[in-house]
């Protein structure tokens, strides 16, 4: 028995030392193409939507498009668009009888603006102004009957008159996100995760002519707990983004389908404007602003430790290096 466990130990051992060379491999390569650079300042570059990152360690990661979503800017509520798309709501697992990866999960619902960052709303189902300014107002941008249609598989297409909502976004520099309400029946759209997605045309004072797809379509029901934007269907009330048209707006139109027309008396789509609440306060910096690249930050007073991965950081610098014969190595594991 004893040989046995000395046998098996040893291979143990022989499999823990190929892990470990391939990590080596792999995080002397990754180093060699990826400059680590830390200044407290991110500033987020365009990154082009795509289905898959591949390396050359052949290593494929399923991401959500961003598409354009994070630009420059130290700050969420400074970012060209509220939301991030998502094109599919799960990756399925590539392992037999494993659950799906979740990809969903960073749109708005009932209670948060981002379910992810825990932004919430001010009021339960999201905030909006109406045509008056007013904070969960009552007198909609605009409105239109969705009574084109009935049955709960009848479909129809709608084009609704958002013109001075539009220019009041532009006008102001707000995002271009607006709030769908369904009075008087039950009414499902189109969603995320259809070829009738809603899209937003828009003629410009110069002659030229827009059509935007949605970038979010997200359900704002009281029953979603999670975000629910990739979905063929979306129940109202939703919330639809789309990138902030250009000055100039002479006219604009939500272009959508009903997919779901429900009995009920006079069946209206309201439209508001998505109003999130922002912080307005000073920003108030932290020790570490004065220090560029935390130098400043080695033996202050009021700093109990420092990690600073600057330019000529090896990694036995910031981590664990030591070979432990029965333990693989942890590479997120900080040196203190």
Not at 95 to 120: C, E, I, N, Y
Not at 253 to 259: G, Y
Request: hydrophobic share 40%; aromatic share 6%.
């Amino acid at each position: 028995m004893n040989d046995l466990r000395r046998a098996a130990l040893r291979e143990f051992q022989k499999a823990v030392a190929e892990v470990n060379a391939r990590a080596d491999d792999v995080m002397s390569a990754f180093a060699e193409r990826t400059p680590v650079e830390s200044d407290h300042v991110i500033d987020w570059e365009v990154w082009p939507s795509r289905s898959a990152v591949e390396s050359d360690h052949s290593i494929g990661w399923q991401v959500m498009s961003i598409e354009g979503a994070l630009q420059r800017g130290k700050y969420r509520c400074v970012q060209p668009m509220l939301w991030t798309r998502v094109d599919v709501p799960a990756v399925p697992s590539r392992l037999p009888g494993g659950l799906p990866l979740p990809l969903d999960r960073v749109g708005p619902t009932s209670k948060f603006v981002s379910a992810r960052t825990g932004w919430p709303w001010r009021q339960q189902g999201g905030d909006w102004i109406d045509a008056d300014g007013t904070l969960h107002g009552t007198r909609p941008w605009a409105t239109l009957p969705l009574n084109a249609a009935s049955g709960p598989t009848a479909r129809a297409t709608y084009r609704v008159d958002v013109t001075s909502a539009v220019q009041h976004i532009v006008a102001t520099g707000r995002w271009c996100a607006l709030y769908l309400r369904s009075v008087g029946a039950p009414r499902v759209i189109a969603g995320g995760g259809s070829a009738e997605a809603p899209t937003l045309t828009v003629a410009y004072d110069d002659g030229a002519t827009e059509v935007m797809p949605a970038h979010v379509v997200a359900q704002i029901t009281s029953s979603s707990a999670f975000p629910n934007t990739a979905a063929a269907e979306a129940h109202l009330p939703a919330m639809i983004e789309c990138p902030r048209p250009r000055a100039g707006v002479v006219s604009a139109q939500i272009n959508l389908t009903v997919t779901q027309h429900w009995s009920g008396a006079r069946p209206t789509l309201d439209v508001y404007i998505v109003d999130p609440p922002v912080n307005a306060e000073p920003v108030q910096h932290g020790i570490a602003a004065a220090q560029p690249l935390d130098a400043g930050l080695v033996g202050h007073p009021s700093v109990i430790g420092v990690h600073r991965i600057g330019d000529n950081t090896t990694l036995a610098d910031v981590a664990e290096t030591a070979q432990i014969p029965t333990h693989l190595r942890n590479y997120n594991a900080l040196r203190a």
